[in-house]
RNA sequence: GGGGGCGUAGCUCAGCUGGUAGAGCAAGGGACUUUUAAUCCCUAGGUCGUGGGUUCGAGCCCCACCGCCCUCACCA
């Protein structure tokens, strides 16, 4: 199959035509040219120069057919023999795939579809691997046969760029991710944020409970750390004075893949100095409804079924009383036997639930009995100080943090709190994580000495949020999987 | 990590209770100066994931390994 590709390749060049062009001077993209052949009205439009990949090919003799596609989508281009003369050797061994520039007349065929008629055929790249493309067939009576195509997600995912190239609409979620986090960046920067980077390589990690990824650093010799989460550095910014900062960047944690877990992952983080956690709620709500809206031009988006509404107000519960409503338990007056006995009723294995403990427990509950009910988008506030040492006291009970979460479709899609800035109450939180670590916690965090040292000096009270953007591109993008939504997934390396 | 499933031509798949492989599309050759599912004629293409084993004989049975998918666990 390549033989023959690598065939046409010699005998172009034999023919003194290059393989492989340096540049095109393109006149349209293919929408363009075919905008501006209807504007005319004219049986004869103007001449353009197009270029693209030749994604269909029907040679018919003296003449030729032929689509090509480029980032606007798909033109029909049409070769004569005639009108080529001595560029028609090249027509005779271009293969699909191949991308060529064609420069000609735009006109309509018998068949009523715009073309461009071509005068000039430049070869720009040959292709000397077909793509795993597939076909389809659209019968008289509308029934559509597809043969073949890319469906292995192994090869889709391993060879992203064949993807992309056969699938137009693989390429359009990309394009919405960019629109996404350009959305984002708008929203952010006209209310005065500072985009910013911190590191990703951190002696310490922490801001959230996950296993790292460490390596080494050869010239220092000591291990680093890929970053867990942004929040430790970016609250270090608003001590600096850095009052509204934010960062779209990767984070890393060591743990399973899943349909909505990656490695590598991209979060968002805000921080807001002098506002509290309700106005970061009120601040992810405006932003949310208003990416709806410019994604979609409306204000819901059904999944599963269900019509998500982002245009009325998200709906609003308290962690301890929605678990109370749905569990019929107090997570703050319960005892570890009661908490386990409510995990049982909801299905928990037996011997599952008997290895949960404290904080682990109590979000067990939460995530058996309230997760599963928070379809609509919906804020759960407040939430029990043990599950969350980096978050501000409550302000009228002490057994809870100023914090919340933000749920669609059952999923987390947004953390925040009121900004914990109190250094002595922060490193008393910490050497809870500590103690939890000794005890054999993995994820608890570790004492940041130098974060306690940067509160010491004063960090003003702020509000501060992480929104996952693979799963809010899960969202808008109606796409199953957080590969779907990531160019280059994580794979096992090929055998 | 546990459980289940899958891995056959470039792609998507079929292959009956084990008898040494098949389809469509793609590909190659030929005909064809308005096709778009082009059409018509002809042709070729596979160490059946890898390595062992059972058997007279294995794509099919057994074992191990590799990879992928689903699921559970872990992971807010």
């Given at each position: 199959m390549e033989s023959a590709r690598r065939e046409n390749r010699a005998a172009i060049e034999a023919a003194?035509?290059?393989?492989?062009?340096?540049?095109f001077q393109r006149s349209h993209l293919a929408a363009d040219a075919i905008a501006e052949y209807e504007r005319g009205g004219q049986a004869e439009g103007p001449d353009v120069a197009v270029a693209g990949r030749l994604v269909a090919w029907r040679p018919k003799g003296k003449v030729a057919f032929g689509h090509v596609e480029d980032a606007s989508g798909r033109i029909q281009i049409y070769l004569r023999q005639d009108q080529l003369g001595a560029a028609w050797t090249l027509a005779e061994h271009l293969d699909l795939d191949d991308h060529v520039g064609v420069r000609g007349t735009l006109m309509r065929t018998r068949a009523g579809e715009i073309t461009v008629r071509g005068a000039e055929l430049t070869l720009l790249a040959k292709s000397l691997r077909p793509l795993p493309r597939g076909k389809t067939q659209v019968a008289d009576d509308g029934s559509v046969r597809t043969f073949g195509?890319?469906?292995?997600p192994e090869v889709r995912f391993r060879q992203r760029y064949a993807d992309l190239a056969v699938h137009p609409e693989v390429r359009e979620i990309f394009r919405l991710r960019a629109r996404v986090t350009r959305y984002i960046r708008r929203y952010l920067d006209e209310r005065g944020f500072l985009e910013v980077e911190t590191p990703v390589l951190q002696p310490l990690y922490g801001g959230a409970a996950a296993q790292p990824f460490v390596t080494h650093h050869n010239a220092l010799d000591m291990p680093l750390y890929l970053r867990i989460a942004d929040e430790l550095y970016l609250k270090r910014l608003l001590v600096g004075g850095l009052e509204r900062v934010y960062e779209i960047g990767h984070d890393f944690r060591n743990e399973g893949m899943d349909r909505t877990h990656n490695p590598e992952f991209t979060m968002l983080e805000w921080y807001m100095a002098y506002a509290d956690y309700q106005v970061i709620a009120g601040m992810a709500e405006e932003l949310l409804r208003g990416l709806v809206r410019e994604i979609t031009g409306g204000e819901a988006v059904e999944r599963d079924g269900v019509?998500?509404?982002?245009?009325?107000p998200f709906a609003r519960v308290g962690f301890v009383d929605g678990i109370r409503e749905h569990?019929?338990?107090d997570v703050l007056a319960a005892d570890e036997p009661d908490m386990r006995a409510a995990l049982l009723r909801s299905g928990v294995p037996a011997d599952t639930a008997a290895t949960f403990t404290g904080g682990k427990l109590v979000d067990e509950v939460f995530k058996a009995f309230l997760e599963p009910h928070l379809v609509q988008p919906t804020f759960v506030f407040d939430y029990p100080r043990v599950l969350s040492p980096l978050a501000k006291t409550h302000r009228t009970d002490?057994?809870?943090?100023e914090r919340f979460e933000l749920f669609v479709l059952g999923r987390e899609l947004a953390n925040a709190f009121?900004?914990?800035?109190?250094p002595d109450d922060q490193r008393a939180r910490f050497e809870d994580q500590v103690r939890l670590r000794q005890a054999g916690d993995l994820d608890a965090q570790h004492y940041d000495a130098d974060f306690i040292r940067a509160l010491e000096y004063g960090m003003p009270p702020a509000g501060g949020i992480g929104i996952g953007i693979d799963r809010l591109m899960m969202l808008l993008a109606d796409q199953p999987s957080i590969r779907d939504v990531i160019l280059f997934p994580a794979m096992r390396p090929e055998g």
């Open positions: 003194g035509v290059p393989a492989f062009a340096y540049a195509g890319l469906h292995d019509a998500l509404d982002f245009g009325r569990a019929g338990i002490r057994r809870l943090t009121s900004e914990l800035n109190d």
